[in-house]
């Protein structure tokens, strides 16, 4: 057991927002108040920014109501940032001002969500503060929606945003078939470099109604190949709908979004619109079909009415596991998820703790024996992956049969 | 008392699909099944297309759970068509094909369910069985999104993109906020002569995170005045949240999606991306924010997941009464809907029955007084009027925390 460390702590948010980043946030804020060893919950404003300009709020003043409203208010609620830190061997500005701060508030914990970028922060932090002597236990809490952090056998976060995308997907399949003339209907989805958010659009089909093609990242794009895939089932059943991935990209590297295609205009202009926009441009040249372009855009990682409940507990749960881990010694991890398997061969979903310096800026992409031999289409092993992931509608406070978000006081400390 | 008059019924879906149409469909076909007056309930494969070529559905044979599943199935399960049917005067083939297919299967009653334009369809068969002298009762069932048919206090399918619009626009006021950096979100909202989906946007600010702007079609479009509008709020606070209608127009007639802007290309080659895309290009221009366009194209017109209980029972029941009408002895109405108010003061809607002619091809909009003197928002009189009909939450039958669709086997008769 180590020594009993007494003090402040501060929960900081980083990085794109989640539908359930914040119920991360209950998860932690909550425990720390619980937590003897804790004599103060500061949140910082904007992450990482908010400790270098030192406005944090205490936590403690909020309505214990409210807060637990964060468990379903989408996006990050104490504000995120991107804010990099440099190598402290380079430049230790940024450091020596957060060890300013954490002696002034007497700060012994940090805990930080965010993705692979966070962690990295995370980890910067954990090693300048045990570097300077100053006795701080630094954790990290899991969170993206692209579901690519290393080590964890998935993201809070990933699961709602699927559940967002496969009841959308299937809600637009169904109106794409409504005209008897035909369409071809082109959804873009979240996700530059790993392809879980679009492979998850597949789950639709496979309850009944879903695309036809799903298009990832993790290989590279062949326009003709495309088009072939579209045009031959468009002349089949005079409907199709096409799941892509933001980062698709051409075996060169090249983002397909930002590639010349033969309907960009030679004068170098930008043309306005994504990925779909474009490949909606290619399809229509092609088949002369009537085609849809959609671009899913925030929509998937806000979509907090739909979000999973096993996500938003396990989200909750990574929060808290954090907070007790450090209270009771640990530092420089991260808290990470081992899928597992009660007696009746149930998902149960395990907590483990990582080092940092294992997790930060490595990227977990999908297995390529998940997609199919043809590009266009995740296999049985990809569903029965996120299935388990997405099940559980959990409460949704509202008012007047809209969201009730949480209302917090910010009181500055 | 009419006489009794016993034959088969046709059942057409036509138009823009909605979260709720099939709900009337199954209002209208469960009621049919239980008339003792009808003896076949036939679904029209397509609308009056699929009665064109007689190609209708036995809707007896369908298994009854899998019908009530219509309920919370989008779009329109029997398909839907936008045929216009020409001038009878001008050229009655169309009109005698009907009657062929009428007398052939005993129709004796024809409900179709639609806009304006399906309006006019119901309107001029009602004329022409009548003139033919083929006793047959037809009767409308109002639906669009758009909420623009006349005599009608609102439509089924309305309420529920409305209570879509003003959750997604609550999620996404989150998301918009999150960086320190500051951003301009424009939200694309369906509607292209009536504002009633836009303004509905404004539910969200009403209940504390929506949009700063709201810009509907019912008033001419100012650039200028946009862009100062948009301008001041995100000096104010470096963000800014913006709902327009794909409708907006200038005040020549111009749609501002179709209209050259500073920002389009001078060679006059086709621009990818909608209104939204093409207004955020102007917004980076003069103030050099970050801009998110966001389109929530087909999705607000299908995301029966977050369906209105009110809309859904009041479209069920437009079906319902449209048979139950008929059977009575009607003919050439539509089932329209009147505000009223219960003992407490609550909302109660009213059932009523409006001559086609009075509905077909009129167009209702917001009125002007619904809209601030700014033209930049709507009032809270507007609020008012949307809030009693997105109330309630149906019960939403899932499979595997999936939407669980019907699935009809559809036999032709």
């Known amino acids: 057991m180590a020594d009993k460390l007494t003090g402040a702590c501060i929960i900081g948010q980083s990085g794109g927002p989640t539908s359930v980043i914040n119920a991360s946030a209950y998860g932690a804020i909550s425990a720390a108040l619980e937590a003897e060893e804790i004599n103060q919950v500061l949140g910082a404003d904007h992450g990482i920014t908010g400790v270098l ?132 209907t082109i959804i873009e989805i979240m996700g530059r470099h790993a392809g879980w958010l679009a492979g998850s659009a597949a789950l639709a089909t496979y309850f009944g109604s879903g695309p036809d093609l799903v298009y990832l990242p993790e290989v590279d794009f062949d326009m003709d190949a495309f088009l072939n895939d579209v045009e031959r089932i468009y002349n089949e059943k005079k409907n199709c709908l096409v799941a892509v991935s933001e980062g698709l990209h051409f075996a060169d590297g090249t983002f397909v979004s930002q590639a010349k295609t033969s309907s960009t205009d030679g004068f170098g202009h930008a043309q306005l619109g994504g990925l779909a926009a474009r490949l909606a441009e290619m399809v229509k040249e092609r088949t002369g079909a009537k085609v849809r372009p959609i671009e899913l855009s925030l929509l998937q990682r806000c979509g907090a009415h739909l979000a999973s409940k096993t996500d938003l507990e396990e989200a909750e749960m990574a929060g808290r596991k954090a907070v007790e881990a450090a209270v009771s010694g640990v530092t420089g991890k991260m808290v990470a998820f081992e899928r597992d398997k009660d007696a009746s061969g149930n998902y149960v979903c395990k907590y483990i703790l990582l080092p940092l310096t294992a997790v930060a800026n490595a990227e977990k992409k999908v297995p390529l024996e998940w997609i199919t031999p043809e590009h266009n289409n995740v296999t049985k092993d990809f569903i029965d992956y996120v299935l388990p992931l997405i099940q559980g509608e959990p409460e949704r406070p509202t008012e007047c049969s809209l969201p009730r978000y949480a209302k917090l006081k910010k009181v500055q400390a």
Chains 1, 2 share one sequence.
């Open 53 to 184: 300009a030192d406005k944090l709020y205490d936590m403690g003043q909020e309505d214990p109501q409210e807060l637990a409203y964060l468990k379903n208010t989408p996006s990050s609620e104490l504000g995120s940032c991107r804010y990099k830190l440099a190598d402290p061997d380079a430049d230790d500005t940024d450091y020596k001002r957060i060890l300013d701060v954490f002696k002034k508030h007497n700060v012994r914990y940090f805990f930080y969500n965010g993705g692979n970028d966070s962690m990295d922060t995370c980890d910067k932090i954990s090693r300048y503060m045990s570097k300077s002597g100053w006795d701080c236990r630094v954790m990290g809490i899991p969170k993206t929606i692209d579901n690519d952090l290393f080590g964890t056998d998935h993201c809070p976060g990933f699961a709602s945003a699927a559940k967002y995308i496969a009841t959308s997907a299937m809600e637009v399949s169904k109106d794409s078939k409504v005209y008897p003339t035909g369409q071809v």
